[in-house]
């Protein structure tokens, strides 16, 4: 998951077999929405991870590779 300020924030899903290729993008008026949307995966961030991503929302810009079941998958797909 990439994500991005862009008039609120801008969060693009792509697929990790076909990186180049981009499934789906959703926009949220604020970052916590971001951390909300994360708490609802199961991914898991160790202390970098988690410094990373703060890290990205300060500066606007960021990733999160994320764990997701795979009901979430298949609903990111449609």
Same mark, same amino acid.
């Given at each position: #998951?990439?994500?991005?300020?862009?008039?609120?924030? @801008?969060?693009?899903? @792509?697929?990790?077999? !076909?990186?180049?290729?981009?499934? @789906?993008?959703? /926009?949220?008026?604020?970052? !916590?929405?971001?951390? +909300? $949307?994360? +708490? @609802? /995966?199961? /991914?898991?961030?160790? $202390?970098?991870?988690?410094? +990373?991503?703060?890290?990205?929302?300060?500066? *606007? =810009? *960021? +990733?999160?590779? =994320? #764990? $997701? /079941?795979?009901?979430?998958?298949?609903? =990111? =797909?449609?």
């Amino acid at each position: #998951m990439r994500f991005e300020r862009c008039m609120g924030w @801008r969060v693009t899903f @792509r697929d990790p077999a !076909d990186p180049s290729k981009q499934f @789906r993008e959703i /926009t949220f008026a604020d970052s !916590d929405k971001i951390d +909300a $949307l994360i +708490a @609802r /995966t199961p /991914t898991r961030m160790v $202390l970098e991870d988690r410094q +990373a991503f703060e890290h990205g929302i300060r500066r *606007g =810009l *960021g +990733a999160v590779n =994320l #764990m $997701l /079941t795979k009901d979430q998958y298949l609903k =990111l =797909l449609r």
